[in-house]
């Protein structure tokens, strides 16, 4: 039987995925929906609740169309939109390039500084030769769109850029109107394939008739380079200990418990539920990379799943059991006896921002601020977990555990400072009043 799956998306993109979900996915039954437009529309709202009861997952062609029309189809429908990654940046600028124009001097929008700043450090090119304009996000609203459209041609004509990139549709066709130099960032192959595998990850996972508790084996392996603190116990136990941390620091957030440690390995109960909404349907695994980068261990994890712990604890250890010290960082997943997922890799270090850096990035915000040092690193984690800058003030009340009177300070501290903007509203249910939609950046 097939998978009926809807995309949602501008048609350029549509077309990218039609052709890679006709030759790879024949057992996905797709409908396609195509809409230019980046801004929220009620016509779209309801015909995709027309569409829900027809299918088993969505796919989203963007983030904005994601945050605004998720909220149809969740919990009940799995859900994944393609992510404007590293790759999809350097093609845009492989695209700009290729039409005579330095990327270094061109205007972009819809990405933050932090993945440009990124991307520009793994292109190796100096802040000097950085000459490119920044487009920040702003407000939702029906005139978005011009707006952002004026400010690229505004900079074109003044001559302050050579040329333009832009991850939407409708300024991207205006642009060339204009006979402005522009590159479409689309998403790559890559980024459509393991969009749709995640989505179809998570409908299994929802299909299979697993319990709802998780059990979890973290086994710590020291770092080849410091292999030697195995022989020095005092060393080794100094390790442990902030491991430790970022384990205690994980069940506090996902509301696990830690069961038992070892001098190899920590032991963890947990909802499975929890747990999937923590990795995002094994999108991400930000326990295992924070180990990786703030200790000198990497770790292995075992997850079971059962309908009481001692099921999910036997599945556990069939997991970790498929793993040894040459596979660092991996994890498996045993749903039920017979049943496994996996490897699973999540680290992908060459990607990420380096974590030493923004620890010491964050004393300056906190003193230029007054925000606590554990608050902003909480929402910077908060942030790497979820793959997201655009929050309401009940987002980030609810995941980082904060009253709303602490929340609405955090907030206007961050937009007193210039560290988030307010840049529209978002309807999340039926009815209600809209939440302000804040954007937020702890880069400037």
């Not at 995925?17 to 437009?37: A, Y």
Request: with cysteine.
């Amino acid at each position: 039987m097939s998978t009926r799956i809807g995309f949602l998306g501008s048609a350029i993109r549509i077309k990218n995925i039609e052709s890679i979900i006709e030759t790879l996915f024949p057992d996905i039954d797709p409908i396609f929906i195509r809409e230019d437009l980046a801004i929220y529309q009620e016509s779209v709202a309801l015909h995709l609740k027309e569409l829900k009861p027809k299918l088993d997952a969505f796919v989203f062609s963007g983030e904005l169309q994601h945050e605004f029309y998720s909220y149809i189809f969740s919990p009940d429908i799995p859900c994944e939109y393609l992510r404007k990654d590293w790759s999809s940046l350097q093609n845009a600028f492989l695209k700009i390039s290729l039409l005579g124009i330095d990327f270094r001097s061109v205007s972009i929008d819809s990405y933050t500084q932090t993945s440009l700043q990124n991307v520009l450090k793994d292109l190796s090119i100096p802040e000097s030769e950085n000459h490119i304009h920044f487009i920040k996000r702003r407000s939702f609203h029906g005139d978005y769109l011009d707006q952002v459209g004026l400010e690229h041609l505004l900079l074109y004509k003044n001559k302050v850029v050579t040329g333009c990139v832009t991850a939407l549709y409708p300024v991207y066709n205006r642009l060339l109107s204009e006979g402005i130099p522009c590159a479409y960032v689309t998403p790559t192959t890559e980024t459509i394939i393991k969009s749709v595998q995640r989505v179809i990850g998570q409908l299994d996972l929802k299909k299979a008739q697993t319990g709802h508790t998780a059990f979890l084996i973290v086994r710590i392996i020291p770092k080849k380079e410091y292999s030697y603190i195995r022989k020095d116990e005092y060393l080794y136990m100094h390790e442990k200990i902030k491991v430790a941390e970022e384990v205690y620091y994980f069940a506090r957030n996902t509301k696990a418990a830690v069961v038992s440690e070892s001098s190899d390995q920590f032991t963890i109960l947990m909802s499975k539920t929890d747990l999937l909404e923590y990795t995002q349907g094994y999108q991400c695994f930000y326990l295992i990379h924070s180990i990786h980068v703030n200790t000198n261990c990497d770790v292995n994890i075992g997850i079971g799943y059962g309908f009481d712990p001692s099921e999910a604890k036997h599945n556990a250890s069939t997991a970790i059991e498929r793993l040894d010290v040459s596979q660092k960082n991996m994890t498996y997943v045993v749903p039920k006896e017979g049943s496994v997922i996996g490897p699973l890799s999540f680290l992908q270090e060459e990607n990420t921002p380096n974590p030493r850096y923004e620890e010491s990035h964050f004393v300056f915000l906190s003193k230029e601020t007054g925000i606590s040092q554990t608050q902003l690193y909480e929402l910077y984690v908060l942030m790497e977990k979820q793959k997201k800058t655009s929050y309401t003030a009940n987002d980030l009340s609810k995941n980082l555990s904060l009253t709303q009177r602490t929340t609405n300070r955090l907030l206007l501290k961050l937009q007193e400072f210039g560290y988030a903007v307010h840049v529209g509203k978002l309807l999340t249910g039926k009815s209600g009043r809209p939440s302000d939609v804040y954007e937020i950046s702890l880069i400037k």
